[in-house]
C-alpha cells in the first residue's frame, strides 16, 4: 500500500500478527493437544499452523482488499487535491472581485476630484496674458 507509511504499516502487521496467533492459542489449545505426538511435534506444529495462518490471511488480504482499501485512500487523496484547488479558486475569484470593486470605486471617486481640483487651481488666460 503506497498510500500508508512505513510505520503504520508495522503497526498493522504487528497487530496482524498478535490476532492470528492469539486465535491459533485459542484454537490449538481446544482442538490440538488430543493429538498423540511430543511437546517437540506440538510445538513444531503450532508454529507451522500460525505461519500458515498469517501467510493465507496476507494472500488474501493482498488479493482482494488491498486494492480496495489502496483506491479509497486515492480517491480520499484526489478529492481532498481538488477540494483545496477549489477553495483557492473562489479565494483568488474573491480577491479579484475585491480589487475590480475597489479599482472601480477609487478610479470613479477619484478622476473627479483631481480633475475638479485642477479646474479650481488653473489660471484663466486674461491673468496670464497681463503677466506678460
Not at 496482524?16 to 506444529?45: I, K, M, W
Not at 500460525?50 to 484526489?78: C, P, S
Not at 473562489?90 to 478622476?111: A, E, G
Request: hydrophobic content about 45%; aromatic content about 12%; cysteine-free.
Amino acid at each position: 500500500m503506497a498510500a500508508l507509511n512505513a510505520d503504520t504499516r508495522l503497526i498493522m502487521t504487528i497487530l496482524f500478527v498478535g490476532v492470528v496467533s492469539g486465535a491459533n492459542v485459542f484454537f490449538y489449545a481446544e482442538f490440538g493437544t488430543q493429538f498423540p505426538y511430543t511437546h517437540l511435534a506440538h510445538g513444531v506444529l503450532f508454529g507451522l499452523i500460525t505461519v500458515g495462518a498469517i501467510l493465507i490471511m496476507k494472500a488474501v488480504n493482498d488479493l482482494f482488499l488491498n486494492d480496495y482499501i489502496e483506491q479509497g485512500l486515492l480517491d480520499r487523496r484526489i478529492e481532498s487535491y481538488w477540494k483545496m484547488k477549489n477553495k483557492e479558486e473562489q479565494q483568488r475569484k474573491r480577491m479579484q472581485d475585491s480589487l475590480k470593486t475597489f479599482q472601480t470605486d477609487f478610479n470613479t471617486t477619484r478622476i473627479p476630484e483631481i480633475a475638479t481640483y485642477q479646474e479650481e487651481n488653473e489660471l484663466g488666460a486674461e491673468f496670464l496674458a497681463q503677466l506678460q
